[in-house]
């Protein structure tokens, strides 16, 4: 059984890192072995250990979230629109690789039973983020100037730190793998803590200082800083590879994840960020700066509302024994109509009082942000309500259906990019047009979930 699949604020799912992981732009980091210690049926084993996991990993990635929101309204004062922008940006950059830094490998090393393997796919993992670093350095280097022309003066800076924090996530992903393979959660829970404080502190302690790049440096300063909190990992972990000698044999025999996880992983990635860069790149950095402070405030939440929903879903699902078509379809449907109630509420309340409040909370500049919020906000609660989606595709192990997925929710977003390019509307109706194709990919989402419930009930009729 596969990850349960987190959807992503505009349309991409998130058990890529985030990081790629919440989207990536926003403080905090998720891994892609984010729930296998909840979530493996290893030996059958669900229910109170489970629960006891799940908690301890929520509560590590709301801590995380929660730093990143209560700095928000501070970073938002120190730092203009347009810095929010450029570090937009580089967050885009710095997503698309993440979801490819380790290539895949690091999903694999909580897998094989012995050391030696997990040895291997360690290493290949490392020098994967090392090369992948390097290359969105240069690419990003080579691509600012056309994605963001009104910030030439940072291409340096911009390229050197996205590289250093894709390293950062590789090395993230690696040592929260290890922390899995000794079901250590705790670790997990506390080095998401510890990276979130520490990228928020460097960047309020630059912005201060009068740094304009401050949230693009003290990003990658936070990661590499907050890599100290996983030390007892590696100093559990290193013993075990002395007398280590290389083979190919695990590469091989986990040459899937990279050829297959690998490119859904990547279209998720792209739909999440274009996004961003399409409004970088049509309204300018300012504009991009105030969509990016929407998805940090509005998105992060969300988003970690929604690893809580879907964990708990699939766990539901199997203790209850309802792994089977009907008893799935029954319990998504019901989960899909209490979390529409729920949410519909408050998301029509923080719609509609979002332009008077961004002004108050983050200051006269970020008015248009509050505008931003409300015009998107169908997103959200469509986002909500698909929590428990992912746990379809996995618990029917249907992860042939996700690279269609992926590819028809990028081609949704990539044509409301291309409307944009050849209509040049209004900022708001821009998002307006991005958020009617993520809520149309969000639709795709449900259509093919229902379609694996439809398949498998025929298939057991």
């Known amino acids: 059984m596969g990850n349960a699949r987190r959807p992503g604020l505009w349309g991409g799912d998130s058990s890529v890192p985030g990081e790629v992981d919440a989207p990536i732009g926003a403080v905090g980091l998720t891994t892609d072995a984010w729930a296998e210690p909840a979530l493996g049926r290893?030996?059958?084993?669900?229910?109170?250990?489970?629960?006891?996991?799940?908690?301890?990993?929520?509560?590590?990635?709301?801590?995380?979230?929660?730093?990143?929101?209560?700095?928000?309204?501070?970073?938002?004062?120190?730092?203009?629109?347009?810095?929010?922008?450029?570090?937009?940006?580089?967050?885009?950059?710095?997503?698309?690789?993440a979801s490819l830094a380790t290539m895949r490998y690091s999903t694999a090393i909580a897998l094989p039973v012995d050391d030696r393997d997990a040895a291997v796919l360690t290493l290949v993992s490392i020098a994967a983020s090392v090369g992948v670093a390097v290359a969105t350095g240069v690419a990003l280097y080579a691509a600012l100037p056309l994605i963001a022309p009104t910030i030439p003066e940072a291409r340096p800076v911009v390229a050197f730190c996205a590289a250093i924090s894709v390293f950062a996530l590789g090395m993230?992903?690696?040592?929260?793998?290890?922390?899995?393979?000794?079901?250590?959660?705790t670790t997990i829970s506390l080095s998401r803590f510890t990276q979130s404080g520490s990228i928020v502190f460097s960047q309020l302690a630059l912005g201060l200082l009068g740094s304009p790049l401050g949230l693009i440096v003290g990003d990658a300063l936070g990661r590499i800083v907050g890599l100290f909190g996983t030390v007892r990992v590696w100093r559990q972990w290193l013993p075990r590879m002395g007398g280590f000698h290389y083979s190919l044999g695990p590469t091989v025999r986990y040459k899937n994840f990279p050829l297959a996880a690998g490119p859904a992983a990547l279209l998720n990635v792209l739909t999440l960020q274009v996004p961003t860069l399409a409004v970088v790149a049509l309204y300018g950095a300012s504009s991009g700066g105030q969509f990016l402070l929407v998805q940090r405030v509005a998105g992060v939440p969300l988003a970690v509302i929604a690893v809580s929903v879907a964990q708990d879903f699939l766990v539901t699902v199997i203790e209850r024994g309802e792994a089977r078509a009907d008893g799935l379809r029954r319990q998504t449907e019901v989960a899909e109509r209490r979390l529409l109630l729920i949410g519909a509420p408050f998301v029509v309340l923080a719609a509609v009082l979002a332009p008077i409040a961004f002004p108050v909370v983050f200051g006269p500049d970020w008015t248009q942000a509050g505008v931003i919020f409300s015009i998107s906000s169908p997103l959200y609660l469509v986002q909500l309500a698909s929590s428990p989606l992912g746990a379809v595709y996995d618990v029917l192990e249907r992860q042939d259906l996700v690279a269609i997925r992926e590819t028809i929710r990028l081609g949704l977003i990539a044509t409301a990019v291309g409307l944009c390019v050849l209509t040049r509307p209004s900022l708001e109706a821009g998002v307006a047009l991005l958020t009617a194709a993520s809520v149309a990919g969000y639709i795709v989402y449900h259509a093919l979930a229902s379609r694996a419930l439809s398949d498998s009930e025929r298939q057991k009729a």
């Open 172 to 185: 993230y992903q690696v040592t929260s793998a290890l922390a899995t393979r000794r079901a250590d959660v």
């Open 42 to 97: 290893v030996g059958g084993l669900v229910g109170r250990v489970a629960r006891r996991r799940i908690v301890m990993l929520t509560a590590g990635a709301i801590a995380a979230q929660g730093v990143a929101l209560l700095a928000a309204p501070f970073l938002a004062r120190i730092y203009s629109p347009a810095d929010f922008g450029a570090y937009g940006v580089a967050m885009a950059a710095i997503g698309v690789a």
